[in-house]
């Protein structure tokens, strides 16, 4: 069984930084890509950020782009997001997913359990 484990989160005021971490078990089912999503309350899972180990290339939705920073470690399993200047709207829970190949961008894969993101105004 694979497991996408998470860490960090929690409640910030706005303006303020978070950093996730996310290990993977087993590294094949993220041995294309690892990201990260976040699904709102009342809406659905949305994509944040991606890097494909290949090339260390990033990837990021619009509304964290400049905010957000992707890095990590293949040879560890290992991805992380560097969350500045949050805003309210970036409250969510945010979900780790690992791929083997395709659109790092789709929400396919395997995910990790879960953390909640709360950003104050």
């Known amino acids: 069984q694979v497991h996408l484990v998470q860490s960090g989160g929690g409640l910030v005021q706005a303006g303020g930084s978070l950093r996730l971490s996310c290990v993977a078990s087993v590294g094949t089912v993220t041995s294309f890509s690892m990201g990260w999503f976040r699904r709102a309350p009342g809406k659905g899972r949305e994509f944040v950020a991606a890097?494909?180990?290949?090339?260390?290339?990033?990837d990021y939705a619009d509304s964290v782009k400049g905010r957000f920073t992707i890095s990590g470690d293949k040879a560890k399993n290992t991805v992380f997001l560097q969350m500045n200047s949050l805003k309210p709207e970036d409250t969510a829970v945010y979900y780790c997913?690992?791929?083997?190949?395709?659109?790092?961008?789709?929400?396919?894969?395997?995910w990790g359990q879960g953390t909640q993101v709360t950003v104050s105004s």
């Open positions: 890097i494909i180990w290949s090339t260390n290339y990033t």
């Open positions: 997913n690992g791929k083997k190949g395709g659109d790092p961008r789709a929400t396919f894969g395997s």
